[in-house]
């Protein structure tokens, strides 16, 4: 049987030009990038090497890229970091109410301690409004996060406007960019940003590695103490070999751009134009102009959308309700509920995602499975047009 992957936005698969490149650091080259022999310096010139490769993917310095442990860490440290340093100016952050829970979390957490946190909403399509963002700025404001791009519908947010007024107010911007790298142009220096995350399994590359863009100049507090690796700013022997593989697959990233780009986004818009013109009841989530070149959200009038998911992995089809995160738990997702769907819709509501490789076969099948699903489900539910429901 076909096995069918559209979960790109919950992870990828390392590709084998990244996996070539870190192997020979498990065994060979196993040396602590910390120790001053041969092999130590071998290390060492691997994750310089992997520093110019991220750091060239979103026009950085080199030395304003620090590796972290996943994307998640390197949102902790922003808001830990900025919140600390900047006590004395203020206890205010501003961020958006459909940021990953690597965020969102945080930002609880810190209100916990004192600190007061704005979530910008969104309107239905999932932008954001950046007069609201104006109104929300106070004179304790530090901190203004916005995510580049939404993991769950697939948005893509102005930064570079939000930069540009979070600049006029003299406040600190950062945004996590872990879905939006690869996917969308990335530019620190044009888009005026301070601190910016990314992961490298979302982009081909291996899971447990992340990054923080950090501004030069700017100074937070170290998230993890302990020896003086990564310029002194994070503590920890290096993962070398994930580092490197970070690396490759950034740079891949910024070769392959543009066919990327043009080939995500056609399967995903065949896709889309398969589903509408051959299932009944559905509706799309999200405005599909400024939107992430895989993804696409939709919702399944009438039926759950786990229910989907269980089915179509019977058939080797991998998807997802709404985010990895959220699917573990029965709570609707926060993304969809910030655009006003109904509890109800929100739990017939699949995200799909293609990537790199998936194929126009793919689609067929998904498709014809896709009907048979909805079609089961829809005959076994109480709901529904010619039920007497709505
Ligand atoms: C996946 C993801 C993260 C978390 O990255 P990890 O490396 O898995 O910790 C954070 N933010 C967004 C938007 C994501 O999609």
């Given at each position: 049987m076909r096995e069918v992957y559209l979960d790109y936005s919950a992870t990828t698969p390392v590709k084998q030009e990244v996996l070539q490149e870190m192997l020979?650091?498990?065994?060979?080259?196993?040396?602590?990038?910390?120790?001053?022999?041969t092999p130590g310096l071998e290390a060492k010139s691997a994750l310089d090497h992997a520093r110019e490769q991220v750091a060239e993917l979103i026009n950085a310095k080199p030395t304003e890229i620090y590796f972290t442990g996943c994307g998640s860490e390197a949102d902790n440290w922003v808001l830990y970091g900025v919140a600390d340093a900047y006590k004395e100016k203020g206890n205010h952050i501003i961020t958006t109410v459909e940021e990953h829970h690597a965020m969102l979390h945080t930002c609880e957490y810190l209100a916990k301690h004192g600190y007061e946190i704005t979530y910008l909403p969104i309107d239905a399509e999932g932008r954001l409004n950046l007069q609201d963002l104006e109104n929300a700025i106070t004179d304790r404001t530090i901190l203004i996060s916005c995510m580049l791009v939404n993991n769950e519908i697939g948005t893509v947010h102005p930064i570079k406007d939000i930069a540009a007024i979070a600049k006029k107010h003299g406040i600190l911007v950062h945004t996590d960019a872990v879905q939006g790298l690869g996917n969308v142009p990335i530019d620190v220096k044009d888009m005026g940003i301070d601190f910016l995350s990314m992961s490298a399994h979302k982009i081909y590359g291996p899971k447990g590695v992340g990054a923080l863009y950090m501004r030069k100049g700017i100074r937070i507090p170290n998230l993890i103490h302990g020896g003086a690796q990564e310029m002194g700013k994070r503590a920890g022997t290096e993962n070398v070999p994930g580092i490197v593989g970070f690396g490759k697959a950034a740079e891949l990233a910024r070769l392959n751009f543009a066919q990327h780009v043009e080939h995500a986004s056609r399967l995903r818009n065949l896709l889309a134009e398969k589903i509408v013109a051959e299932i009944p009841d559905v509706m799309i989530n999200g405005e599909m102009e400024e939107r992430h070149p895989g993804n696409l959200n939709v919702t399944f009038k009438y039926i759950e959308g786990e229910s989907i998911l269980l089915l179509l992995d019977q058939y080797h089809i991998c998807v997802s309700t709404g985010s990895a995160c959220s699917s573990k738990s029965l709570k609707p997702s926060h993304v969809l509920a910030a655009l006003g769907v109904s509890d109800e819709l929100i739990h017939g509501t699949v995200r799909f995602t293609t990537g790199d490789f998936t194929t126009e076969e793919d689609i067929d099948y998904v498709v014809e499975c896709l009907k048979k699903v909805v079609k089961t489900l829809r005959d076994l539910s109480p709901l529904g047009p010619d039920k007497g429901w709505k």
């Open positions: 020979p650091y498990f065994c060979e080259k196993f040396g602590n990038a910390s120790s001053l022999y």
